[in-house]
């Protein structure tokens, strides 16, 4: 990898499968120190034994949210500094076109919405007080429109949108980095069965290269020019869609 990753200190948050274990790979690979956070440790260990002098895992689950702030200082001080944070971390369960499941619609709440407020807050008061590093966040092209087949997730991505916005404009001025992606879908154990997913290696690689680009990324051309497009339907006539 020709990016300049060497020395990177960086915590990866949903670090043990799909895009998450392949950025903490490619971090590791590249000369990164990587504190890798995820629910199943097994998978964290099988990682830190392939790169036993730069990869460090700190199992959690991130809808214990007590745990988060200590845990959040013990891989800074492992790592011995901050440059770096991702948070992957996302659920998507299957939910049908007629099912309004609340328990469903709740994990995907405290997944991907309470749990990046709990570990990108401790990340946001740390850059803020160093006036260093960058912030990334895994959004989706399914928070550009609330789509009738997920409606929980769909919000749940808007949500991860609105709130790296907001994190960009408080932490700008501090010199902070604040990047948010918005994929399509891409080859993981939440997106099996579905067609044209982008390989996750592909997609690792183009996350890395817009880490220190502040402002909202898509991964494909053709998706920053369709969601531009599908944006802009005015209500009524999306309804009728089947996008």
């Known amino acids: 990898m020709s990016l300049k990753l060497i020395g990177t200190k960086a915590i990866v948050i949903g670090a043990s499968s799909g895009i998450g274990a392949e950025l903490a790979k490619q971090l590791a690979e590249g000369g990164a120190l990587v504190a890798t956070i995820a629910r199943r440790a097994d998978r964290l260990q ?127 001025k501090k010199g902070v980095k604040v990047v948010t992606i918005k994929p399509g879908p891409t080859e993981s154990e939440m997106t099996q069965g579905m067609k044209g997913t982008m390989p996750v290696e592909k997609a690792a690689e183009l996350i890395l290269k817009y880490k220190d680009r502040t402002g909202e990324h898509y991964l494909k051309l053709t998706h920053r020019i369709a969601f531009y497009i599908i944006k802009r339907i005015p209500s009524p006539l999306f309804r009728k869609t089947k996008i």
């Open 46 to 172: 099988t990682l830190a034994d392939r790169y036993p002098d730069r990869v460090f895992p700190f199992p959690n689950d991130v809808t214990n949210f007590e745990e988060i702030p200590e845990l959040f200082q013990k891989c800074t001080d492992t790592l011995t500094g901050l440059d770096l944070v991702i948070y992957c971390s996302g659920v998507m369960p299957t939910v049908g076109p007629h099912e309004y499941n609340t328990e469903k619609d709740l994990s995907m709440v405290d997944v991907n919405i309470s749990g990046a407020i709990a570990w990108l807050n401790c990340a946001a008061t740390r850059m803020e007080a160093t006036g260093h590093g960058s912030i990334i966040g895994i959004g989706s092209v399914a928070g550009d429109r609330g789509r009738s087949g997920q409606p929980v997730y769909n919000a749940s991505k808007a949500f991860m949108h609105t709130y790296m916005e907001a994190l960009r404009n408080r932490l700008a």
